[in-house]
């Protein structure tokens, strides 16, 4: 795919949000200051009533939209990962996840795509949070077309929800027709030898990593973990008992995410060996995206080190 093609994730929300407001008159759109950041612009020019700019004050935009929620809206309430899961985490509980407020969040520039924005910005805990709380469900695309999809899903989903969304160009890997439930996950590659879940960059990796593991013998299954909650329980499941072995990639803590996620599955239901591919209870610091990847160790080197690693340990 051409360079030029490349598509972030956040690139998706003002079209999808756009088309949401098209078919139901019970969307609005609130944000913290950063509508040039999603392009939310042409979204306020042409629906300017149902706009809302919070400004820096992430607390205040939670609450504001868990009362047009009580109202009868259906707010998608935008803003950067890293203050929204964390400077505002104990309003999304009490006022939104607690009632079960049906409060879209979608936070973006997450994990290490914030980049030189530095550690404050970079959002490596988020998902632990987000799982941890009752009734909050927990999305993380991988491509500009599944986060469209996701979010135009998102209307019907019941509860509230949050959608994690890194803001680098990444290749396309879905196309327009492609169905996304929320709960789900999506098999791109088949294998008998190892099991790969990801999510958001990290699917890209996997991939990567799965191709060079076939021509050293090893047939890779990658899943797309796009929902980490619910997660795909029946997929991953499937794939597991067939390989034997898994490894996990995620950009984001290796404690509490997907890593975490999958394990407790196979831990109740099929024990097999695991290894983890993600940010090793660190912070995150300065640096293009690029560098970061390397420096934390979530490339598709390390996925195909890692499979290399719990390949030999299977169990059928």
């Given at each position: 795919?051409?360079?030029?093609?490349?598509?972030?994730?956040?690139?998706?929300?003002?079209?999808?949000?756009?088309?949401?407001?098209?078919?139901?008159?019970?969307?609005?759109?609130?944000?913290?200051?950063?509508?040039?950041?999603?392009?939310?612009?042409?979204?306020?020019?042409?629906?300017?009533?149902?706009?809302?700019?919070?400004?820096?004050?992430?607390?205040?935009?939670?609450?504001?939209?868990?009362?047009?929620?009580?109202?009868?809206?259906?707010?998608?309430?935008?803003?950067?990962?890293?203050?929204?899961a964390g400077r505002a985490y104990d309003t999304m509980r009490n006022a939104v996840a607690m009632p079960n407020l049906p409060v879209r969040f979608v936070a973006v520039c997450a994990g290490i795509t914030a980049g030189e924005e530095g550690a404050a910005y970079q959002a490596l805990e988020d998902i632990a949070l987000m799982r941890a709380l009752p009734k909050m469900t927990v999305l993380v695309p991988a491509d500009f077309q599944s986060t469209r999809r996701l979010l135009l899903n998102s209307l019907s989903w019941n509860g509230p929800l949050y959608i994690r969304l890194g803001c680098i160009p990444l290749p396309r890997l879905y196309g327009t027709d492609d169905g996304f439930p929320v709960g789900g996950g999506r098999l791109l590659r088949e294998g008998k030898s190892v099991t790969i879940c990801a999510c958001g960059i990290m699917v890209h990796e996997a991939m990567k990593a799965a191709a060079v593991l076939a021509r050293q013998g090893i047939e890779a299954e990658v899943i797309d973990c796009y929902s980490i909650k619910p997660l795909p329980v029946m997929l991953i499941q499937s794939s597991l008992r067939r390989t034997g072995c898994c490894v996990v990639a995620e950009e984001h803590n290796i404690i509490g995410g997907l890593g975490s996620a999958v394990a407790e599955i196979a831990a109740t239901t099929c024990p097999i060996p695991i290894r983890f591919v993600g940010v090793e209870d660190r912070f995150g610091q300065s640096g293009s995206s690029e560098e970061l990847q390397e420096y934390y160790a979530l490339t598709h080197q390390h996925i195909v080190s890692a499979a290399a690693q719990v390949w030999p340990l299977r169990r059928r």
């Open positions: 795919m051409e360079e030029k093609a490349l598509l972030s994730p956040k690139d998706a929300v003002a079209e999808a949000l756009i088309h949401l407001c098209e078919t139901d008159d019970r969307i609005v759109v609130l944000n913290a200051d950063i509508s040039s950041c999603v392009g939310l612009h042409d979204f306020t020019s042409r629906f300017p009533e149902r706009a809302y700019n919070l400004g820096v004050a992430e607390q205040d935009l939670v609450l504001t939209a868990a009362g047009m929620a009580l109202a009868g809206k259906i707010p998608y309430a935008v803003s950067y990962a890293s203050f929204l």
